[in-house]
């Protein structure tokens, strides 16, 4: 069994190496979330659409722009400044300085910067809008977007900064400045200034046209890739709490009939049941069902389907509504080419974005609080069925010296908590700002970076309960509690991929280490849990 596994992991890599070496191609089709984590975590590449018809459709809106100036007509941020100061006039022999102006006076973010991979999502998602063809820009702008992707020519975007509307502006200006050859850029895993990498690799720094400093800033993007990002990571854990559900239940000896399928016939939430039907598997309750010494398990085991399955659940309208922002024309004004239009509303409002990433974060703080109840019950020894306190491998005559995980479950502890401090809903704390034009404004960014943070902290305790749980299953095994042909083939995968990374547990020893290079797998997807449905 384990070597059709292996076959078809091989397979599929191979596939997926395939789709790896073929550039995600903008103008052409809907952009999935995939393509953007593709872009941004495997560094695919990237390509402009090359029919005649979508040149045409993306040139026709800068073409209508430039006779509309020819006729002195007026259009906000290009003959006008930008929010509140639309009612100033810019002379048109001035026109031309305005994008410049816009780039400049919003370099004022603050906080930590996006990693290379959080900045390439965001280059590709600020793309993905361009590409829609109704922002007035240039053919030569979008090129210079994939140019920046492909030579892996990362803007160094600060994190603080943007209220979600009008749009993204700030962390955006970061964008259109690496346009243009100004500020810092990353590359070769280096920080540098944009103007000299641009000498060293031959490309011509753009000069904005009058409307595309506001195309490129004036939208959803970073909040957008960082959603893509987010539900990538929240469905893997979705996968990783069902199978660290299955080794916990194995360990504390529990009742799998929990997870029966009649029992979930009953109530036939999709997502719960797939959850439930995966502990059932792992479990092998077919073949081998197990009757826990209580009737019913605690709740962090007997319900964990019920908690994991609200994210499941949930993921197929995150999907839908990240997916529908990801390939909208989300900047303001419009400018319909062909109808000869200049559209003004506000598409830049990251409403639907703050609300997925506010609803996420819940989910996913949830999975850290039901992972921090199952290691406290296989912590202590009041709870756990037998096994040793804290999980602690120790020989008898070292016990009394040794203490397991006891200091990581206080970690666990640390990082739920936090975990569950920022789930407090970034939407609802608009602010009036820009002399009240901008007077209810979506903080859908600051949804999403707190979206990212609690994965981080939920990532972390997963971290811990994995290599916890698999502790507590070689001790029951050890034990001869547990018969090794019991084991599903998954779950013997992944006790194996654990120990392939990690030293059964003896004596104490600074964990830190094993953490970090845990959460980095886990961060990099590194195994495989369950099949593609």
Not at 201 to 214: A, D, F, M, R, T
């Amino acid at each position: 069994m384990l070597v059709e596994n292996d076959t078809k992991k091989n397979i599929k890599q191979t596939i997926k190496q395939k789709t790896l070496d073929e550039p995600v191609v903008f103008g052409e089709s809907h952009l999935t979330i995939e393509d953007v984590v593709g872009i941004a975590i495997d560094n695919r590449n990237v390509a402009l659409n090359e029919a005649d018809s979508f040149y045409k459709h993306v040139t026709s809106g800068a073409e209508f722009l430039e006779r509309l100036l020819k006729e002195d007509g007026v259009i906000y941020g290009v003959t006008t400044g930008y929010g509140d100061s639309c009612t100033v006039q810019v002379p048109l022999d001035k026109v031309d300085e305005l994008p410049l102006h816009l780039t400049r006076f919003h370099g004022c973010g603050l906080g930590k910067f996006f990693n290379t991979a959080e900045g390439r999502a965001i280059l590709a998602t600020r793309l993905a809008s361009l590409s829609q063809g109704v922002s007035g820009v240039r053919w030569k702008l979008l090129q210079q977007f994939v140019t920046l992707i492909n030579k892996n020519i990362i803007p160094v975007i600060p994190q603080e900064g943007s209220v979600g509307a009008s749009g993204d502006l700030t962390p955006l200006s970061y964008v259109a400045a690496t346009l243009i050859g100004e500020r810092k850029v990353y590359f070769k895993e280096k920080e540098r200034n944009t103007i000299d990498v641009f000498k060293e690799s031959g490309i011509e720094p753009l000069k904005l046209k009058p409307k595309e400093g506001l195309a490129v800033m004036n939208g959803t993007a970073v909040m957008t890739a960082l959603a893509c990002l987010a539900y990538s990571r929240a469905e893997y854990l979705t996968r990783l709490c069902a199978r660290i559900t299955s080794i916990c239940s194995l360990a504390l000896k529990g009742n799998s009939h929990h997870f029966d399928d009649i029992l979930f016939s009953v109530k036939p939430h999709p997502g719960q049941n797939q959850i439930a039907s995966w502990i059932r598997e792992d479990l092998h309750h077919e073949h081998h069902p197990r009757n826990s010494s209580r009737l019913q398990d605690r709740y962090s085991i007997r319900c964990a389907p019920h908690v994991i399955g609200v994210c499941r659940d949930a993921l197929p309208w995150m999907r839908q509504m990240i997916e529908i922002e990801l390939n909208s024309a989300n900047d303001n004004p419009i400018i319909d080419g062909p109808g000869e239009h200049v559209l003004h509303g506000g598409h830049f409002y990251g409403g639907h974005i703050a609300f997925v990433m506010d609803s996420l974060k819940n989910c996913v703080a949830n999975l850290a609080d039901l992972m921090d109840r199952q290691m406290a019950l296989l912590m202590d020894n009041k709870f756990n069925n037998g096994l040793p306190n804290n999980l602690s491998a120790a020989s008898a005559d070292r016990k009394m010296l040794n203490h397991g995980f006891k200091a990581v479950q206080i970690a666990v502890s640390a990082w739920t908590a936090e975990a569950l401090k920022n789930t407090m809903p970034a939407s609802v704390f608009s602010r009036s700002t820009e002399c009240h034009n901008q007077d209810k404004v979506s903080m859908g960014t600051i949804s999403a970076r707190d979206c990212i943070r609690v994965l981080e902290l939920t990532e972390q305790v997963a971290a811990a309960l994995l290599m916890s749980s698999v502790q507590g299953l070689h001790l029951r095994l050890d034990q001869k509690e547990l018969e090794e042909s019991s084991l599903s083939d998954s779950v013997k995968q992944t006790r194996n991929e654990v120990f392939a990374e990690f030293e059964l547990l003896t004596e104490d020893r600074p964990l830190d280490d094993d953490l970090r290079k845990f959460i980095s797998l886990i961060q990099q997807q590194s195994w495989t849990m369950y099949p593609e449905e």
